[in-house]
């Protein structure tokens, strides 16, 4: 999953690993997502070819590899969204269904004390 949201915002404009990190973690607040599991996805990437880079000269230390989406990967992208999509349909019917049969109990329970 986290894969699929770095194609997301390298869908938008290039990203260096690190500002990828900080964005993921200022996005998801349930867990913080350290910058190993990063650069991994970001190689797994790199391997599958949904992502390239260039090298680009840092201002100040070492140049840093600045990650861009591929047409694979734009393409993996919409099959992702499409995917989502069905799970956020299934979890809503889920939770509905879940919402129903929670209130149907709590009824029954209310006729049980009378």
Do not use: C
Request: charged share 30%; aromatic share 14%; net charge positive.
């Amino acid at each position: 999953m986290i894969t699929d949201i770095f194609l997301l915002f390298m869908g938008q404009q290039p990203y260096h690993g690190f500002d990828l990190y900080r964005k993921i973690n200022r996005m998801i607040k349930t867990k913080t997502i350290d910058t190993a599991v990063v650069y991994r996805a970001l190689d797994k990437l790199e391997q599958e070819q949904m992502v390239n880079f260039d090298w680009i000269k840092g201002d100040k230390g070492p140049d840093k590899k600045l990650y861009s989406i591929t047409k694979d990967g734009e393409d993996y992208l919409k099959i992702a969204f499409k995917d989502a999509e069905n799970t956020l349909f299934d979890l809503m019917i889920f939770t509905e269904t879940y919402k129903g049969i929670m209130s149907r109990r709590w009824l029954l329970r209310i006729y049980a004390r009378k």
